[in-house]
């Protein structure tokens, strides 16, 4: 029997690829240090572990709570949202999901129709392009340029627009460049938007993680009754908690009417327990965040500097996130027999245990991406290794 064709549309995760790619290796006994892993390597914090353990205590937890969170949580939502993102909302612009994950998918759903394409610049977040098409949307990809690092232009916008465009997918700081646009630059590609009439979905789950000057502004300051601006935020990243499962989507009345109705008959509520650990996390601040924040800008320097210094391997500028993108492409022009950056990584993973993810898995090939959220002593030997392995190639 024939199952959807999406079958042939859809592509796995390319980043759970390889870390299932390590675990494999990691079980043979080998050691492997991963450099692929999308989450910070801290614990979450004691005081969103005891909220977890007093919520799943209360019987009122355990049963069905409503399809769009808590209003307690999204109360607390609104207001950081206020506080940190300097925009105003109301918990009725809110739906708490599954993730930021989650919300990306009913975003599509909700704002797409068959033919409606979705801009994407590349490189991008993995999971983007294949929402676009679980949701019916057609992907329209812009390649962005090394030489901008990595930023998309209002010129090259421009180009990539059809009388079928609907929206544009933003990420700053991106994953997987780390890279961040300033104010200024932010403000043109919003302004196009707006002059437009396109939607803009805003990723800003890496928010807060930036290391030299300022984040970039949300979309929404500019757009306050988020007529073309829809927010994905959550807080996996921020408070070190990517296994609760707790990210939520900030639109319009409209938006979240249909968002509340799609989440309704997928998922009903997000678990009660993990929703009282986010609100733990939020009304508890950010100095959790700014401590991490020490150790990945330590390690973001540390890392920049020892590519850097090993031959032809240079790395995109990044302020953000705690990812680097990484040129690879001297290595994987076929002399040595390394075809691609696809080969590249597989190469040093099979060989020398490090596991990177190539660039083709966020649409430009070539490169790779390093997340910098591992132990420093783990980055120390992991990038050694990297060395090791450039000097036996130049061999
Ligand atoms: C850019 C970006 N957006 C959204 C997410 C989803 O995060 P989560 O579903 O864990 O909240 C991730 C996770 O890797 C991400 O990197």
């Given at each position: ?12 995760s390319?980043t759970m690829?390889i870390s299932?790619?390590s ?11 991963g450099f692929g892993a999308g989450e910070p390597d801290f614990p979450s ?54 993730g930021g994950k ?23 977040w ?49 994953n ?29 789950l890496y928010?807060?993680l ?24 959550g807080v996996s990243k921020s408070y070190s908690m990517t296994g609760w499962r707790?990210g ?44 991490m924040?020490?150790?990945f ?24 996130a705690f990812y ?33 993810v ?11 991406r390093?997340s910098y959220a591992l ?21």
């Open positions: 029997m024939d199952i959807s064709k999406l079958d042939q549309k859809i592509k796995p390319g690829a299932n790619k675990r494999e290796l990691k079980s043979q006994g080998k050691p492997v240090i914090p004691d005081y969103v572990v005891d909220a977890a353990i007093k919520a799943a205590a209360d019987p009122k937890n355990h049963k069905y709570s409503p399809a769009a969170g808590l209003e307690s949580l999204r109360q607390i939502i609104a207001k950081t949202t206020k506080d940190y993102s300097g925009f105003e909302i109301n918990s009725d612009n809110v739906i708490v999901s599954n989650q919300s990306i998918l009913t975003a599509f759903l909700s704002i797409l129709d068959p033919g409606d394409e979705v801009i994407i610049p590349a490189p991008y993995t999971t983007y392009p294949e929402a676009v098409k679980i949701a019916g949307g057609t992907p329209v990809f812009i390649e962005t340029e090394k030489s901008n690092n990595f930023k998309v232009t209002v010129e090259q916008l421009e180009k990539s627009k059809s009388k079928n465009t609907k929206m544009l997918v933003w990420c700053s700081p991106s997987p460049t780390g890279v961040v646009y300033s104010k200024e630059e932010a403000e043109e590609i919003y302004e196009w938007i707006f002059k437009n009439d396109l939607w803009i979905l805003s990723d800003e928010e807060h930036v290391y030299e000057g300022e984040t970039s502004p949300s979309p929404a300051v500019y757009d306050p009754e988020l007529k073309n601006t829809i927010i994905v935020n707790v939520w989507l900030i639109g319009n009345k409209s938006v979240i009417g249909l968002g509340k109705k799609i989440q309704s008959q997928a998922t009903s509520n997000v678990s009660n327990v993990s929703q009282l650990a986010a609100e733990a996390a939020l009304l508890n601040g950010l100095d959790v965040t700014n401590e924040k020490i150790a800008n330590r390690r973001r320097l540390f890392a920049t500097e020892k590519i850097n210094s090993i031959p032809n391997l240079n790395v995109v500028d990044s302020t953000g680097l993108f990484v040129d690879v492409s001297h290595y994987c022009s076929g002399k040595n027999g390394l075809n691609s950056s696809e080969e590249f990584c597989d190469w040093l993973l099979e060989n020398y245990f490090i596991a990177f190539p660039g083709e898995v966020f649409g430009t090939p070539g490169f790779m390093l132990s420093d002593e783990d980055l120390d030997n992991g990038l050694s290794r990297l060395s090791e392995a450039i000097d036996n190639l130049n061999e």
